[in-house]
Structures are given as structure tokens and as C-alpha cells.
């Protein structure tokens, strides 16, 4: 069975850092593109970064350039997300999902997600 | 950047009935290179991650069941659920990617509840 297990979601100030883990079994992690995908409270989900499966290709949204860093580990089959001078607005419940077999233009497992929440 | 935009926010429908919720794009999501539609549909309820439904527009994800169908080409979709259960009250979001630069958008969302 797939599972995507996120952790490290918090309470932060302002300008802080956090850094977003992600295990995943049932599945060869290293064969898989993968994504972080955020969604702030009452609203639709918004992909955040994206990862090739050995780490050459990586992509993100306008809104986390310059701050946030994707990366993982094939051999710890984790994915990460590196988040540093976070604003009020980055508050949101953090997925981590796998880019489907067919097209990494879907997201095909998702996580339970982790919650970060940026406030003073 | 390609906007989705989705109608109804929200609709109520009767056990049984058919729900219908559409999904337009601001630009065609057609791809001529390979004559796919790059849309998706995914289901979630509360407390839940979403769940993938539909890709390439109208490929149910296995395991779905076959009351979910998806339709349109180029700008215009269509999620229909064809005979509505109590356990697909949920939040639906169509989702597009584009190639150029890569970038992956979602709807706003639309609420399907039981009437």
C-alpha cells in the first residue's frame, strides 16, 4: 500500500524557517517524481514545488522562489521541503504527492499533509 | 497564467440524481503534440487529502467508480456524477498543467451536498 507520511508542520514566526519531511512507502520511491502541494484554510490546493525522481529537474511556484528548497533522498525514500523567511500567507496544510506514472501533470497519492502555520 | 475557473461554488442534489459541475480554462489545455487535454479531476472530503478521480479529461483513475465520468476538450469540462451517493458529498477541483513553463493550477473548488 502507498503511503506518504508527512512531518516537521508548526507554529512560526514571521520570517522564520521550518523544514517539511515526507516518508513514503509501498512503492519505489526512486522510480517517482514528486510534488509539494500547499492548501491555506477554505481554499483550493496549490502545487508548490516538483522534484524529478533523481533530482535533475526541479520547479517552483512563483509564490516560494528564493525561499523554499525541494529535495530528496532515494535512499531514505523521503522528500523534503526546506522553508525559510515565511510570510503570514504560507500558512496552509503542506501535501506531500506523487506524480502519477501516466503524466507528472497529476498527483496521484497524496499525504495526510502537515499543518504549518505562520503567525506572531 | 492559465486561470480555471469552476461553476457551481456549490450545488445540492438528490440521492440518485445526476450532478454536473463544470471546469473553464482561460486558455486551451490541448496539447497539439500528442492530442491530450492535460485536466484532471480530484475529490476531498472533509479532513482528507483529494483524491485523483479523472486525468487526460475523461481516464478514470483505477479503482473509481464508473458513476464518475469526464468530459469537454480544449477550454470547456465536465465532471457528471451519474447517480449521486451519500458518499460522494465532497469538494471536487478540476486541475490543468501547462508545459511552458511548467506549472500545475487548480479550480477554486466546487461543494457537492445532499438536497
Known amino acids: 500500500e502507498v503511503q506518504l507520511v508527512e512531518s516537521g508542520g508548526d507554529l512560526v514566526q514571521p520570517g522564520g524557517s521550518l523544514r517539511l519531511s515526507c516518508a513514503a512507502s509501498g512503492f519505489t520511491f526512486s522510480t517517482y517524481n514528486m510534488h509539494w502541494v500547499r492548501q491555506a484554510p477554505g481554499k483550493g490546493p496549490e502545487r508548490v514545488s516538483y522534484i524529478s525522481s533523481s533530482s535533475v529537474t526541479i520547479y517552483y511556484a512563483d509564490s516560494v522562489k528564493g525561499r523554499f528548497t525541494i529535495s530528496r533522498d532515494n535512499v531514505k525514500n523521503s522528500l523534503y521541503l526546506q522553508m525559510n523567511s515565511l510570510r503570514v500567507e504560507d500558512t496552509a496544510v503542506y501535501y506531500c504527492?506523487?506524480?502519477?506514472?501516466?503524466?507528472?501533470?497529476?498527483?496521484?497519492?497524496w499525504g495526510r499533509g502537515a499543518l504549518v502555520t505562520v503567525s506572531s | 497564467d492559465i486561470v480555471l475557473t469552476q461553476s457551481p461554488d456549490s450545488l445540492a442534489v438528490s440521492l440518485g440524481e445526476r450532478a454536473t459541475i463544470n471546469c473553464k480554462s482561460s486558455q486551451s489545455v490541448l496539447y497539439n503534440s500528442d492530442n491530450k487535454n492535460y485536466l484532471g479531476w480530484y475529490q476531498q472530503k472533509a479532513g482528507q487529502p483529494p483524491k485523483l478521480l479523472i486525468y487526460w479529461a475523461s481516464t478514470r483513475e483505477s479503482g473509481v467508480p464508473d458513476r464518475f465520468s469526464g468530459s469537454g476538450s480544449g477550454t470547456d469540462f465536465t465532471l457528471t456524477i451519474s447517480s449521486l451517493q451519500a458518499e460522494d458529498v465532497a469538494v471536487y477541483y478540476c486541475q490543468q498543467y501547462y508545459n511552458s513553463p511548467p506549472t500545475w493550477t487548480f479550480g477554486q473548488g466546487t461543494k457537492v451536498e445532499i438536497k
Open positions: 504527492a506523487r506524480a502519477s506514472m501516466s503524466s507528472s501533470a497529476y498527483f496521484d497519492y
